[in-house]
C-alpha cells in the first residue's frame, strides 16, 4: 500500500491549497483595494509625499467634501519615484494563491540592489476573468532609512511608526512590511469588532424582543383559549335550548299551515246538516280533505243531489252508486261525493253564527 505523502489530503483533496483559497477570500474582504469594510472602517491615515500633506483612507485620497481626521496617530512617508523601481506584472488568476512566491521571484531577478539592501512590496490592483494585475515597488534598505531619518513635526512625538509607502503609475500606494502600519490595521480590526458588536447587540435584542412578544402573544393566545372553551361549554345548555326552541317552531309553523289549509268542518258539518231537506237522513259522512262523502237514505235522492249541485260552496257533486230503494224503510239508500271549494272567512262565520242566534232568540221568545 502507498504511503501518502501530504498529511494534510483528505479523499485525494489537498487540504492546504484549500486553506490558502480560504485565507485569500478573507484577505481579499478585509484589505483588498476598494473593499467595502475597508472603506467603511479604515481609519485616515496623513501620507507626507514630496513635502504635501495628502490625507487617505482605503487607500484613496480623501475627497474635498470628506472632512479629515487632523488628530488621526497614523502616518505614513511616500518614497520619491526615484528612488523606487516600479513593474506591473499580469499574471495568471490562479497563481494568486502563491503570489508570494512568485513575487520573490521575481524581486530577486529584477532588483538592482544586492540581496541583504533589497526591500519588495506588491500588491493586487485589478482582477480580470483570467488575469491578475500586479504592481511590484522595490527599492533599497538605504533608500528606507534615509526617508525615516528626515526630521518630522514635533508634534509626532509618541505617535506610532509611520509606514513607508510607494505609488504605481495609477497612484494606488504599496505598502513595505515592516515600518509601522500594524498599529493602524489593529485600529481598523478594532472598528470591526465594535461594530460586529454592535450588530451581534442588536440582534441579539430583536431576538430576545421576538421571543418575549411571541411568549406574551402566545400566553395571550392560551388564555383566550382557556376563556372560549369556558363560555363555549357555558353556551352548550342555552344552544341546546335554542335548537330545541327552533325545532318547536318548525313543528308550530308547519302544524299552522297544516290548520289553515285544512277546511272549517265544524262550519261544513253544521251546513251540511242544516241544508238537509226533513226527508233527507244521514247515516254517514265522511271528510278527506276538501273531498266530502255523504251515506243516507231519502225519499227522493235525485232532488237532494240536485239540491247539493246548488250549492255555492260545492263542486265535483257525483253519487258515488246507483241509488237503490231500501225494503225495509221503502227509502232510496244513496251515497253522494262532492267538493267544498269556499271556505267561509271568520267574518263570514260570525255573520253565520250571528244569523243562526237569531232564529234560536226568536224561538224561545216565542215559548
Same mark, same amino acid.
Given at each position: 500500500?502507498?504511503?501518502?505523502?501530504?498529511? @494534510?489530503?483528505?479523499?485525494?483533496?489537498?487540504?492546504?491549497?484549500?486553506?490558502? @483559497?480560504?485565507?485569500?477570500?478573507?484577505?481579499?474582504?478585509?484589505?483588498?483595494?476598494?473593499?467595502?469594510?475597508?472603506?467603511?472602517?479604515?481609519?485616515?491615515?496623513?501620507?507626507?509625499?514630496?513635502?504635501?500633506? #495628502?490625507?487617505?483612507?482605503?487607500?484613496? %485620497?480623501?475627497?474635498?467634501?470628506?472632512?479629515?481626521?487632523?488628530?488621526? %496617530?497614523?502616518?505614513?512617508?511616500?518614497?520619491?519615484?526615484?528612488?523606487?523601481?516600479?513593474?506591473?506584472?499580469?499574471?495568471?488568476?490562479?497563481?494568486?494563491?502563491?503570489?508570494?512566491?512568485?513575487?520573490?521571484?521575481?524581486?530577486? #531577478? =529584477?532588483? %538592482?540592489?544586492?540581496?541583504?539592501?533589497?526591500?519588495?512590496?506588491?500588491?493586487?490592483?485589478?482582477?480580470?476573468?483570467?488575469?491578475?494585475?500586479?504592481?511590484?515597488?522595490?527599492?533599497?534598505?538605504?533608500?528606507?532609512?534615509?526617508?525615516?531619518?528626515?526630521?518630522?513635526?514635533?508634534?509626532?512625538?509618541?505617535?506610532?511608526?509611520?509606514?513607508?509607502?510607494?505609488?504605481?503609475?495609477?497612484?494606488?500606494?504599496?505598502?513595505?512590511?515592516?515600518?509601522?502600519?500594524?498599529?493602524?490595521? =489593529?485600529?481598523?480590526?478594532?472598528?470591526?469588532?465594535?461594530? =460586529?458588536?454592535?450588530?451581534?447587540?442588536? @440582534?441579539?435584542?430583536?431576538?430576545?424582543?421576538?421571543?418575549?412578544?411571541?411568549?406574551?402573544?402566545?400566553?395571550?393566545?392560551?388564555?383566550?383559549?382557556?376563556?372560549?372553551?369556558?363560555?363555549?361549554?357555558?353556551?352548550?345548555?342555552?344552544?341546546?335550548?335554542?335548537? =330545541?326552541?327552533?325545532?318547536?317552531?318548525?313543528?308550530?309553523?308547519?302544524?299552522?299551515?297544516?290548520?289553515?289549509?285544512?277546511?272549517?268542518?265544524?262550519?261544513?258539518?253544521?251546513?251540511?246538516?242544516?241544508?238537509?231537506?226533513?226527508?233527507?237522513?244521514?247515516?254517514?259522512?265522511?271528510?278527506?280533505?276538501?273531498?266530502?262523502?255523504?251515506?243516507?237514505?231519502?225519499?227522493?235522492?235525485?232532488?237532494?243531489?240536485?239540491?247539493?249541485?246548488?250549492?255555492?260552496?260545492?263542486?265535483?257533486?257525483?253519487?258515488?252508486?246507483?241509488?237503490?230503494?231500501?225494503?225495509?224503510?221503502?227509502?232510496?239508500?244513496?251515497?253522494?261525493?262532492?267538493?267544498?271549494?269556499?271556505?267561509?272567512? %271568520?267574518?263570514?262565520?260570525?255573520?253565520?253564527?250571528?244569523?243562526?242566534?237569531?232564529?234560536?232568540?226568536?224561538?224561545?221568545?216565542?215559548?
Amino acid at each position: 500500500m502507498a504511503n501518502v505523502g501530504n498529511k @494534510w489530503s483528505l479523499f485525494g483533496l489537498d487540504l492546504t491549497r484549500s486553506g490558502k @483559497w480560504l485565507a485569500l477570500g478573507f484577505h481579499q474582504l478585509m484589505y483588498d483595494h476598494g473593499a467595502w469594510l475597508l472603506r467603511r472602517f479604515d481609519p485616515s491615515i496623513r501620507v507626507t509625499r514630496g513635502g504635501e500633506a #495628502l490625507w487617505y483612507r482605503a487607500d484613496a %485620497p480623501l475627497g474635498e467634501g470628506i472632512a479629515a481626521d487632523e488628530q488621526t %496617530p497614523f502616518s505614513a512617508v511616500a518614497l520619491s519615484a526615484d528612488a523606487v523601481l516600479l513593474k506591473t506584472l499580469h499574471l495568471p488568476a490562479s497563481a494568486e494563491e502563491d503570489l508570494s512566491d512568485a513575487m520573490l521571484l521575481e524581486v530577486g #531577478l =529584477s532588483s %538592482p540592489f544586492t540581496d541583504t539592501d533589497t526591500r519588495a512590496a506588491w500588491r493586487v490592483v485589478s482582477r480580470h476573468e483570467n488575469v491578475i494585475e500586479v504592481a511590484l515597488a522595490i527599492t533599497s534598505q538605504a533608500a528606507i532609512d534615509d526617508l525615516l531619518a528626515e526630521p518630522r513635526d514635533s508634534s509626532d512625538a509618541g505617535v506610532p511608526t509611520p509606514e513607508v509607502w510607494a505609488f504605481d503609475q495609477h497612484g494606488i500606494p504599496i505598502f513595505f512590511a515592516g515600518y509601522g502600519g500594524s498599529e493602524r490595521r =489593529s485600529a481598523y480590526l478594532r472598528r470591526l469588532v465594535n461594530a =460586529s458588536s454592535l450588530v451581534a447587540a442588536v @440582534w441579539v435584542s430583536c431576538v430576545v424582543a421576538i421571543t418575549l412578544l411571541a411568549g406574551a402573544t402566545a400566553l395571550r393566545a392560551d388564555r383566550l383559549d382557556a376563556t372560549f372553551q369556558h363560555v363555549k361549554s357555558d353556551a352548550a345548555a342555552p344552544a341546546r335550548q335554542r335548537e =330545541s326552541l327552533q325545532l318547536g317552531r318548525a313543528r308550530l309553523s308547519a302544524i299552522e299551515r297544516a290548520i289553515s289549509k285544512r277546511p272549517n268542518y265544524q262550519y261544513w258539518l253544521n251546513h251540511i246538516a242544516a241544508s238537509a231537506p226533513d226527508t233527507v237522513y244521514l247515516d254517514r259522512l265522511n271528510f278527506d280533505g276538501n273531498e266530502v262523502t255523504v251515506n243516507g237514505y231519502s225519499n227522493n235522492a235525485a232532488v237532494y243531489l240536485r239540491m247539493l249541485t246548488e250549492e255555492p260552496g260545492y263542486t265535483d257533486v257525483t253519487a258515488v252508486s246507483a241509488f237503490a230503494r231500501d225494503r225495509n224503510n221503502g227509502l232510496e239508500r244513496f251515497s253522494i261525493q262532492w267538493r267544498v271549494t269556499a271556505p267561509p272567512k %271568520p267574518a263570514q262565520l260570525a255573520a253565520a253564527d250571528g244569523e243562526t242566534a237569531e232564529p234560536a232568540a226568536e224561538a224561545e221568545a216565542g215559548l
